[in-house]
């Protein structure tokens, strides 16, 4: 018999291998040096990689349960994010912790109404293994 431990334990395994899984599909960004456009952007310095999919409500609200439960002093989550007519996350508080769900339907729709720093930080946390 299983004791809360190991059980914890596999559900965690579980959780990180099925994002693990998640497939993104990248952008090489090149030409270091390139000549800008002659707005004076558009030159890049050094190469990189974007994304070329949207990150989907379910991932996002994974994010927001594995880093901004206890506290979110880093605005991962806006309000817009439930109220907006694109939104589809949905933000509850017990008393001592956050929750974060997705609304019905939205499971596969982009995050909406997120911050360059939260996309900063869900790529960190992505880069990471989802911690």
Known sequence: MFNKSALIFLTSLLLALSLWAYEIEWIDVGEPGNIANRDGVGCVDDEYQIMATEVPNWLYCRFLNAVAADSD?????????ESHFFGGIERTFDGKRFEFKVKLGME????????????????????????
């Not at 002093?73 to 806006?78: D, T, V």
């Open 73 to 81: 002093h880093w605005a991962l989550w806006s309000s817009l994010m």
């Open 108 to 131: 596969n729709q982009p995050a909406t109404s997120v911050t360059w720093a939260s996309c900063l930080r869900f790529a960190n946390w992505f880069h990471y293994g989802c911690p």
